[in-house]
Nanobody, 120 residues
Framework: QVQLVESGGGLAQAGGSLRLSCAAS????????MGWFRQRPGYQRELVAT???????NYADSGEGRFTISRENAGNTVSLQMNSLKPEDTAVYYC??????????????WGQGTQVTVSS
């Protein structure tokens, strides 16, 4: 099992910045991807950004140019720097990890979610 513990989030004004971090622990295997999804009120959960263990990042159009995903701590921590925030960025943000092992195949894990609220 992998545990994902999120930190950061909170309240920001439009145009401001917030930083989210997520620490992975447990049976972390260096063959996967970590990232962030979000769920806005009335919408389904959607991709924000991901980064593979090899360092390749991917962004949803909504965050391109404003959000930056990075990995630290030998890859066990993933952070999301969010700049130029908009009210429509208001959502619960979830940390995500997907990894492969020969014994279990692909496994997915989710954090508990952290609220981001952007006021206009």
């Amino acid at each position: 099992q992998v545990q994902l513990v999120e930190s950061g989030g909170g309240l920001a004004q439009a145009g401001g910045s917030l930083r989210l971090s997520c620490a992975a622990s447990g049976s972390v295997i260096s063959n996967g991807v970590m990232g962030w999804f979000r769920q806005r009120p009335g919408y389904q959960r959607e991709l924000v950004a991901t980064v593979t263990d090899a360092g390749t990042s991917n962004y949803a159009d909504s965050g391109e140019g404003r959000f930056t995903i990075s990995r630290e701590n030998a890859g066990n921590t993933v952070s999301l720097q969010m700049n130029s925030l908009k009210p429509e960025d208001t959502a619960v943000y979830y940390c995500y990890r997907k990894q492969w092992s020969r014994s279990s195949g692909w496994s997915e894990y989710w954090g508990q979610g952290t609220q981001v609220t952007v006021s206009s």
